[in-house]
Every structure is written in structure tokens, then in C-alpha cells.
């Protein structure tokens, strides 16, 4: 499976951003993914997570109330709405499996920048 993150970009603090997590394969659809975050020189964080079927979600305390995680299985695409951006969002946004052990190959990410 690969994974094509995109609709990164450039938002004031308060703005608002739509990531798309576009997979190949047949495997994305039986799988839980989740949104990861990371910014230069640290870890890689996972910031929400959904379950294969859609039905459930978590979030890191960090985004809770602000972005919304949800996926088209039949699109083979999930997506992450970000609102209320903060400067503190800034990161590179990737997608893939919460568990290591289930995870794919990374994307190349897609770059959030908010301005304060």
C-alpha cells in the first residue's frame, strides 16, 4: 500500500485545513489508520486515530474538540478536518497504521504551517 498525504499548506492561527490521506491496495479498508504529526527534532506524534469500520475515534488531548478524523473506505481516503488551528500545529502530517507492527511504508507527509 502507498500513502499520498496532501492538502497541506500555509493557514493563520484560527484557520481551518482539510488533510486527504489517498491510499493504493486493498488492505486500507480492514485497517485502523491514524494522523501522525512531527516536527524538527522531534518524535513523530499520533495526534487521532480511526477504527477500519469508521466507528470509533481518538484524539491526543492536544487536538480534542479542534480536528475531526473520518475515512471513505470505498475511496480508499481519509481525511483529517483541522479547526482552530494554533501555531503549535505546525508539523508535517502523515498517515498510516496506529500499531507498528501493522504500519505501512511512509508517505512523504504534507507540511501544516500556522501563523501567528
Known amino acids: 500500500v502507498q500513502l499520498v498525504e496532501s492538502g497541506g499548506g500555509l493557514v493563520q492561527a484560527g484557520g481551518s485545513l482539510k488533510l486527504s490521506c489517498a491510499a493504493s491496495?486493498?488492505?486500507?479498508?480492514?485497517?485502523?489508520m491514524g494522523w501522525f504529526r512531527q516536527v524538527p527534532g522531534k518524535q513523530r506524534e499520533l495526534v487521532a486515530s480511526?477504527?477500519?469500520?469508521?466507528?470509533?475515534?481518538n484524539y491526543a488531548d492536544s487536538v480534542k474538540g479542534r480536528f475531526t478524523i473520518s475515512r471513505d473506505n470505498a475511496k480508499n481516503t481519509m481525511y483529517l478536518q483541522m479547526n482552530s488551528l494554533k501555531p503549535e500545529d505546525t508539523a508535517v502530517y502523515y498517515c498510516?497504521?496506529?500499531?507498528?507492527?501493522?504500519?505501512?511504508?511512509w508517505g512523504q507527509g504534507t507540511q501544516v504551517t500556522v501563523s501567528s
Open positions: 498510516n497504521a496506529p500499531l507498528p507492527t501493522l504500519r505501512f511504508h
Open positions: 480511526i477504527t477500519s469500520g469508521g466507528g470509533t475515534t
Open positions: 491496495g486493498s488492505t486500507f479498508s480492514i485497517r485502523a
